[in-house]
């Protein structure tokens, strides 16, 4: 009887090391088929090979990726998810993942990610510091500019040529500490002295400080470089409507909103400057609901919403 156990038991463990053998040879062509960019062919390869062996996490990160080269997010997102279930602290999973959440814009579910996998990378792993400069760009496009601030601010200060310096500068300007915004774009600056990125910013540290002037002077550079800038059109606009050229100022911004219909702050200023010129309710109300419908509220808080129900009754 003995003798019968054992083997059934070694003829299990046989079974199971040439289905294993079955799976890697399966997984190696797969892989073979991805360098050949043959995505198709390497999905089909690693459905057969997850269907014998379900309990790989590598094989559904690998999946994951096929779908990814095939722009299928959905089905990739839910091969990562399995990973996960597998191996809740699969870093591979969980990287692959975040990064696919930003690119796909789903900024809430890409924070959660980029936490877990911070939480997963150990403090000397080189990988590290890309996740935070991600989760910083993720906190200013969620307008958490304080969280912004203090992660990047350590970064940005050991490293004055990081590529977060931008959204380092963005989370200070919205946190209100211009001299932190000032610095990190003059570094830009001093690296790269056409940066519209660079200077937009600083025209729109100026008028946040309410020095317009200053203001324009950045945005006028920045129209040199590219007079189809929409954003410097749209802030010099703003900025021409505070220090009183209302024509000017209604012209920048409808040439902004003509090159970029999408801008949601650009139908916030030129309500601003309608009021200004004493334009009807019907008109401004129009612009107000442009705002709305172009994601203002989502982006920069509920300003329209409450104009609204001040004006459009």
Known sequence: MA???????????????VQAQRCDSLYAISLNLFDKK????SLEAMNTVISLCPSQTDYYVHRAKCYKELRNYAAGIHSLNAAISIDSNCVEA????A???????????AIQSHQKVLSLLYSGDSTRQFFVMNLGALYVLTNQNEKAFNLLQPL????????????????????KQFSEAEWALEKILSHSPDSVEALVNLGLCKSEQEDYESALSY??????????????LNNAGYALLKIGKIQNALDYINKSI???????YAYRNKVYVLRAQGASSKEICKSIKLALDK???????????RMQQELCK
């Open 3 to 17: 003798r019968h156990i054992v083997g059934i038991l070694t003829f299990c463990v046989l079974a199971f090391s």
């Open 219 to 232: 945005f006028d550079k920045v129209l040199k470089i590219n007079p189809n800038d929409a954003y410097a």
């Open 258 to 264: 003509q090159i970029d219909s999408s801008n949601s």
């Open 295 to 305: 994601g203002f509220t989502d982006m920069y808080g509920d300003e329209m919403l």
């Open 94 to 97: 969980w990287t692959e993942k």
């Open 156 to 175: 940005c200060h050991k490293d004055t040529t990081n590529v977060s310096l931008l959204n380092f500068a963005a989370s200070a300007i919205y946190t």
């Open 99 to 109: 990064l696919w959440e930003f690119d796909f814009q789903q900024y809430k579910e």
């Open 38 to 41: 043959d995505y198709q062919a």
